[in-house]
């Protein structure tokens, strides 16, 4: 009774939100971010729809550009193991849509529906789905629910449940509980695995395959991120990056910097905010402090000493860290949960970040007890911290191996989640024939 209180209360309030923002799309004069729900009400251009029918599909929705970076492999080598099939990628942003859009591994991308049933059941019905592999977090009840009905199955990859999520558990697994039943789960960590059980999936059905953000392949350095390098090389400059930074943490980093400076004036710092309307604030922010602002898309040769430069681009991060002496990742000094801390990791960099790691718990624990990550809380301990890998290049270098090693020993999560997609997929195919 509860729980078909819950759901029933789910689909109205989804029913309602798809219906304001179809409305909210169509006022006269509406603004452009109003207009940008119609994407999402499982409405698509005619070429679109052409190709949607052309075949077979295979789904992977990602919400974030890091979540797609990540599932990249995967979606390679579904690609090489189910010739012919039509792969759709989805995600939840339009910076997203951008980076999908330029994957070779996607025929097709597109903002994934609102989970309003008509909008679900609009799009789905113009599909010949064969399998929706979605990551991390990114549970819709309503769409999961029409799968089932549908006999799609449904994949979660490189699951993960955090604390807050598990807290809440009692309430979330009336909704979640049936969406979840027939999901094959492949999750991080035992913990992610026994959380999810407790929203409502079934334990025969959950798997711990590890992270696929272990398994990302390197890709050629963009034109930026060469000219970038080259700008640092003359004079010799080193540099610091702050990647994935949220306000809050920019003025903590920046204050961080210029004491840096004082000591260190060949020292560069990249700032790179998470959010790309955020690139503005940020730039009037690094002047307000009278530091020399220089932008990733415009960069003047030399660099001046002491200077920031500020990412003003989406995509280039990863190969950034290559570049540098130490990085901090953001997220994290505010109560956000933490970004990647892989990618400059596997760049074989020393990691630093703050103490909001909620989200890469595991990864965070694992990189302080290995020697390759340090924790700080304040802009004077990250000042301290990075001063002393400045002043001890061995021991950065150091640090970096051992981050790297930590990268390296977690890799296999991609072979893992591929037989267990291959099972799932298989005994599906072997259920519809038998029913046919």
């Not at 932008?295 to 991060?317: I, K, M, Q």
Request: one cysteine or more; a positive charge.
């Amino acid at each position: 009774m509860i729980e078909a209180v819950a759901r029933g209360a789910y689909r109205m309030a989804m029913g309602a939100a798809a219906r304001a923002a179809g409305l909210a799309a169509r006022l006269p004069g509406a603004p452009a971010r109003w207009q940008a729900w119609t994407a999402r009400l499982g409405g698509l251009e005619p070429g679109a729809l052409g190709m949607m029918r052309s075949g077979t599909a295979l789904w992977v929705h990602a919400a974030s550009v890091g979540e797609l970076t990540a599932v990249r492999p995967l979606l390679g080598r579904l690609r090489e193991r189910y010739p012919g099939r039509l792969c759709i990628v989805t995600t939840l942003t339009h910076t997203g849509l951008e980076v999908a859009r330029s994957l070779p591994e996607a025929h097709l991308a597109f903002l994934f529906p609102l989970d309003a049933p008509r909008v679900v059941r609009r799009l789905l019905d113009q599909l010949r789905l064969e399998a929706f592999l979605f990551t991390e977090t990114e549970i819709w009840p309503t769409f999961l629910g029409e799968l089932t009905r549908m006999r799609v199955p449904a994949v979660m990859v490189s699951g993960r449940v955090s604390a807050r999520s598990a807290a809440r558990a009692r309430w979330l697994r009336p909704v979640y509980r049936r969406a979840l039943a027939e999901v094959t789960c492949c999750m991080q960590t035992e913990e992610d695995a026994a959380r999810i059980v407790a929203l409502g999936a079934d334990p025969r059905r959950v798997h711990v395959a590890g992270s696929l953000k272990f398994e990302a392949a390197p890709s050629e350095p963009p034109p930026g991120v060469r000219r970038l390098a080259e700008a640092l090389a003359t004079p010799e400059r080193r540099l610091i990056v702050a990647g994935s930074t949220h306000a809050g943490e920019e003025e903590v980093v920046l204050s961080a910097f210029g004491r840096l400076a004082r000591a260190h004036p060949d020292v560069v710092l990249l700032l790179a905010p998470r959010h790309p309307e955020r690139f503005a604030a940020v730039a009037a922010l690094v002047e307000s402090q009278g530091l020399p602002l220089l932008r990733y898309g415009a960069l003047l040769v030399p660099v001046p000493p002491s200077a920031v430069v500020l990412l003003d681009a989406v995509g280039p991060l990863a190969q950034c860290y290559g570049l540098a002496t130490a990085a901090f990742v953001g997220g994290s000094l505010v109560p956000v949960g933490g970004h990647n801390l892989l990618e400059p990791a596997r760049a074989g960099r020393p990691v630093l970040f703050g103490p909001h790691t909620e989200h890469v718990h595991e990864v965070a624990e694992r990189l302080v007890a290995g020697g390759g990550g340090v924790r700080v809380s304040s802009a004077e301990l990250l000042a301290v911290a990075l001063d002393h890998l400045l002043a001890e290049p061995e021991r950065a270098a150091e640090m970096g191996r051992r981050a790297r090693a930590l990268v390296q020993g977690g890799q296999g999560a991609l072979e893992r989640h591929l037989k267990i997609i291959a099972a799932r997929l298989g005994s599906a195919r072997f259920a519809r024939d038998a029913s046919a």
